[in-house]
């Protein structure tokens, strides 16, 4: 059931990320650079319920060009994943946030192109309007918390280049593979008051690089 973009709803999603408890930073990380995404959360146009940001990379990218991610990037020095959330949030969709809109973090992912992905909820009161910058987004899709909970949302399959579990979510868009998927099925997990890890979720290989 479609979730209302209101103060209710933000208390609920705020307490179920109280309730979540961070695995520790995975030792050791000094090959890995640090990065962060944002699992924001702002309101469907068309329904008026509670839907997390999606966006399709433009091709042009060096890295990841034409493929689904949530908003977010590498972190730069002395700056914190929230920081960095905050920022990437303003500089690829226009969405200013302070820091009091950030509701919880998710476990660290680490990335087989060699980033240590840290997932940063916010609530998105502003997010009715949003400026993308076209030099890093083709376009912009509200996910709806019901795609995402929906038993069919998810799926697990195998590839011979790797004995992990390979995850992909079912969107209206398409399918979506890990990190992104993996990092939505998290937060799935934590809406539904469960510590689920996804740090052992594969990526299909073309995301290796």
């Known amino acids: 059931m479609p979730m209302p973009f209101d103060d209710a709803t933000r208390r609920k999603i705020e307490s179920c990320c109280a309730g979540f408890v961070r695995l520790d930073e995975a030792a050791p990380t000094a090959s890995l650079k640090r990065a962060a995404v944002a699992i924001a959360l702002a309101p469907d146009h068309d329904t008026g319920a509670t839907a997390v940001l999606l966006t399709l990379r433009a091709a042009g990218l060096r890295s990841h060009g034409g493929q689904w991610a949530l908003p977010g990037g590498r972190c730069d020095a002395g700056e914190t994943p929230v920081e960095a959330a905050l920022r990437e949030l303003a500089e690829e969709l226009g969405l200013i946030l302070a820091p009091d809109a950030v509701l919880g973090l998710l476990d660290d992912y680490p990335t087989r192109s060699g980033y240590l992905i840290t997932p940063v909820i916010v609530w998105a009161a502003n997010g009715h309007t949003l400026r993308p ?76 690089k």
């Open 133 to 208: 910058n076209p030099d890093e987004v083709t376009s912009v899709h509200r996910i709806g918390l019901d795609a995402i909970t929906a038993d069919d949302a998810f799926d697990f399959t195998a590839i011979r280049e790797s004995r992990r579990r390979v995850i992909r979510f079912h969107a209206r868009e398409g399918i979506i593979h890990a990190p992104t998927a993996a990092l939505i099925y998290q937060f799935r997990e934590v809406l539904a008051g469960r510590d689920t890890r996804v740090h052992n979720l594969e990526q299909p290989v073309f995301a290796w």
